[in-house]
């Protein structure tokens, strides 16, 4: 069960929200951080905050950082902070969270309705394969309950570690990658309706969502290698989201739909090696140790 919002889950959610966007938010002579140092000095508790995120023109909550990062506009600084104060996953990424049985548990009413949002929504996607996929749905489903992209959480983490064994000179694929996962592995404890495991059900939903919506990255026997700045880059594309978000909250009908394309054109590139290269000669080292051991 989610636990009840406090202010202090609030503080912790909006300080993983301004370390996104590179932003301060604890500063040198107050450890608190801005929303729970500010909601202090008002003399604010957790049903003061709650009353105030109900006012919609007229929120106290506003006046806690001038410079917001990522926008200027109340309403959507007011949406971030209900955001913090509603959900307790809010802004976290990656595998950062804990789950429990509990949330794999799912009824047949969720499944269904979300087979009919695929239905209707990704028609382009949803063929007979995909119909029978009951991985897929099921995967899907459990981070539809969760409120956040829980299929996308770990196709992300898979491939980033599958870099880093190739870097290493290693191969891994999907099935060894989640059955190795010490966030996976508790996973074989835990049966799905189908009597199927948890982990058989997210080894297939990994496997289906690299064959049916996004191919892997390929990052042997690449020719060239791009010379320039992954913080800039990131920075491009979060503001690109950020020209899309802005455009999708006008007012309704003045917008969407519509298409924008984004391209980020590199200027320089260079002969690259067939493996990704990372600084970690002692990790291969010991890998290398261990090899030798077996």
């Known amino acids: 069960m989610s636990a009840k919002p406090s202010r202090q889950r609030t503080n912790a959610a909006l300080a993983r929200f301004y370390k996104l966007h590179n932003t301060p938010y604890f500063t040198d ?38 410079s917001f990062p990522s926008t200027s506009n109340p309403q959507e600084i007011l949406q971030i902070y209900r955001k913090c104060f509603q959900d307790e996953r809010a802004f976290q990424s990656g595998f950062d969270f804990e789950l429990t049985a509990e949330d794999f548990e799912l009824d047949e009413d969720l499944l269904r309705e979300q087979d009919e949002d695929l239905r209707t929504q990704c028609k382009a996607l949803y063929n007979k394969g995909f119909e029978q ?52 592995k508790p996973l074989q404890k835990f049966k799905t309706g189908s009597g199927k495991t948890v982990l058989d059900e997210t080894r297939s939903a990994i496997h289906s969502y690299f064959y049916r919506v996004c191919d892997e990255i390929k990052m042997t026997n690449v020719p060239f290698r791009i010379v320039d700045s992954l913080q800039y880059t990131a920075t491009y594309i979060a503001a690109a989201v950020d020209f899309v978000h802005a455009q999708a909250q006008r007012p309704t009908g003045s917008a969407c739909p519509f298409q924008v394309d984004f391209c980020i054109i590199n200027s320089e590139t260079r002969p690259a090696e067939n493996m990704v290269a990372v600084d970690d000669d002692d990790d291969d080292d010991d890998d290398d140790d261990d090899d030798d051991d077996d």
């Open 133 to 184: 996929d009951h991985g897929m749905l099921y995967v899907l489903t459990v981070g539809r309950n969760l409120n956040f992209p829980y299929l996308q959480f770990l196709a992300d983490t898979y491939l980033r570690d599958k870099l880093t064994q190739q870097s290493r000179r290693k191969q891994i694929d999907a099935t060894t990658w989640a059955q190795s996962n010490p966030k996976l």
């Open 29 to 66: 002579t107050d450890k608190k951080g801005k929303f729970l140092a500010w909601t202090d000095d008002n003399g604010f508790d957790t049903d003061d905050v709650e009353q105030d995120l109900n006012e919609e023109d007229d929120s106290n909550l506003l006046d806690i950082d001038a």
